[in-house]
């Protein structure tokens, strides 16, 4: 029978398999094949991009997590759903995508993949309280409402993966400080966390004071999560052979607190936030070695990359202490909607198929995995799905054309709907003002970072990135012909409600 939307299957085996790993608050500048001056030592990603295609234009759909995760997940930018800018917490929800909306996930499993998801989701879910109401408030007071006997909704088993083990928000940030597998949490948080116990150094921040499972370890999430997916490839290597499969592996690293395991402390050298890195490039590599054990890695394309830019303390006592900069070379952070807020690494590997070596300047968003994937798979997305979403395949298989792949893309800041940038060529548009996150005049890590505005108070900015990669000169006033078309663009493509092309189905 075939499938829905499904066209041209391929016999059994044939369909290449996708482990797709996306690390948290990872900056450009902290890969050290994009930023030559890192004092992270990252072999494991370098020897990736060496292996494969590194892209040097590619930006996640937000500035912040939950909004990226959800444009990575469906394809279309986050702005145009319900709460599309949220960041949840502790027991917040309900899940930001709708029931029985397409996803990558959804759409691999239609195509005869098995799908796991092991690591943070961060996209919103349900959980229910003991009356069988259900509990959407972030915070301490949701969490300690949750009757743990009931099942969760809107998580990832309900959004197209047969498989889940992971957390439903920031691991080691959110309140609940639990592992969620399938769609229960089998071992219940029964006390506040105690704090005493773990490092104190500048990196240790951003920890909120929520319940624990006597099981959770806030040192080593990450290889907890490594386990998980390690243990998924192998069962699938021995049990499902000739079937192909997704895994999504969603990593804690290295959103801060940056605690990195007992084996990474003090191996970088540069520090608790460089030793975090440092652990999550060894899990990239244990994934990739895992690949290669399997047999799996030259019919597997492995896709990297980051849900946003660098965070603030992290970037501010790495320059100052280490004189590294995660952000460099660009202007901004995460929350913010100049480029270092959302220019991100993507690497992409696929033996035999993507020539090793090679690095494109393609424009390129995290909400065109999906449909890069579909047309790898050869499924015919419907109109009324991934509508933000471009298929990057042809530069993948370095398969030129004479105009861009995609004519520009959105990017949405810290403030969602209200805080949105546009690019096109050169341009950046920025449809607000400042930096459509974070405070520079009043923010103590930032306020030395704060450039003199000629119109500080301007209700939008223009600038060439060809000649003003820095964003350090706001040029909507001379290029008025430039800036009337970048409005009318995004005009365009917020009352059309998508950017990728109408599609037949």
């Known amino acids: ?52 295609m590194r ?34 917490s502790g027991a917040g929800g309900p899940s930001l995508i709708a029931a029985g909306e397409l996803t990558l996930a959804g759409m691999l499993r239609e195509a005869g993949y098995s799908t796991a998801c092991v690591g943070k989701w961060h996209i919103g879910l349900t959980f229910y309280d003991q009356e ?7 915070g301490l007071e949701g969490v300690q409402r949750i ?21 439903a928000c920031c691991p080691t940030t959110d309140w609940l400080y639990a592992y969620i597998d399938g769609d229960r949490i089998p071992v219940p948080p029964v006390a506040p966390l105690d704090r005493s116990g773990l490092p104190k150094h500048p990196y240790a921040i951003d920890n909120r004071r929520g319940m624990t499972a006597p099981d959770f370890n806030m040192e080593t999430v990450d290889l907890k999560f490594l386990e998980k997916s390690q243990a998924f490839l192998r069962d699938h290597a021995k049990n499902a052979p000739d079937k192909p499969f997704f895994l999504f592996h969603s990593a804690q690293a290295v959103h801060l607190p940056s605690f990195p395991a007992d084996q990474y402390k003090g191996k970088s050298g540069v520090g608790p ?66 480029e270092g807020g959302h220019r991100v690494p993507l690497l992409a590997r696929w033996p035999g198929r993507i020539e090793p070596g090679t690095t494109t300047d393609e424009l390129a968003s995290l909400t065109d995995v999906m449909a890069t994937v579909a047309e790898m798979i050869n499924y015919d ?47 950046s ?28 108070d301007a209700p939008y900015s223009l600038y060439n990135l060809r000649t ?15 800036l009337s078309k970048m409005q009318a663009l995004m005009k365009e493509t917020l009352d059309s409600g998508r950017s990728a092309p109408t599609r037949r189905r």
């Open 1 to 52: 029978m075939l499938l829905i939307g499904f066209v041209g299957s391929a016999a059994a085996g044939e369909q290449p398999n996708v482990l797709l790993i996306l690390a948290d608050d990872l900056g450009y500048g902290d890969v050290g094949c994009y930023n030559p001056e890192s004092r992270v030592a990252t072999p494991n990603l370098d020897r990736l991009a060496s292996q494969g």
């Open 55 to 88: 892209f040097t234009d590619a930006h996640s759909p937000c500035t912040v997590c939950t909004p990226t995760r959800y444009g990575l997940l469906t394809g279309q930018m986050p702005f145009r759903v319900p709460n599309g800018g949220r960041v949840f």
């Open 132 to 138: 069988g109401a259900p509990i959407h408030k972030g």
């Open 147 to 167: 009757d743990y006997s009931r099942a969760i909704d809107g998580g990832p088993i309900d959004c197209g993966f047969d498989q889940f083990f992971g957390t």
């Open 273 to 338: 936030h460089g030793d975090f890195i440092l652990e999550l490039d060894e899990i990239v590599g244990e994934l990739l070695q895992t690949l290669e054990e399997t047999g799996l890695a030259e019919n597997t394309l492995v896709l990297f990359s980051s849900d946003n830019g660098p965070e603030v303390p992290t970037v501010y006592h790495m320059r100052h202490d280490h004189d590294h900069d995660g952000a460099r070379p660009w202007r901004g952070v995460k929350r913010d909607n100049w």
């Open 381 to 427: 997305l419907p109109n009324d799905a991934a509508q933000d979403s471009f298929s990057l395949l042809p530069t993948l298989l370095s398969k030129p054309s004479a105009e861009p792949i995609r004519p520009y893309l959105l990017v949405q800041g810290f403030r969602g709907r209200g805080s949105l940038a546009l690019r096109r060529g050169e341009w």
């Open 429 to 456: 548009y920025l449809d607000h003002p400042g930096s459509g996150g974070n405070n520079y005049a009043n923010h103590p890590q930032l306020k030395e970072y704060r450039l003199p505005e000629p119109a500080a």
């Open 468 to 482: 003003d990669p820095g964003q350090t000169d706001n040029v909507a006033d001379v290029e008025s012909e430039v």
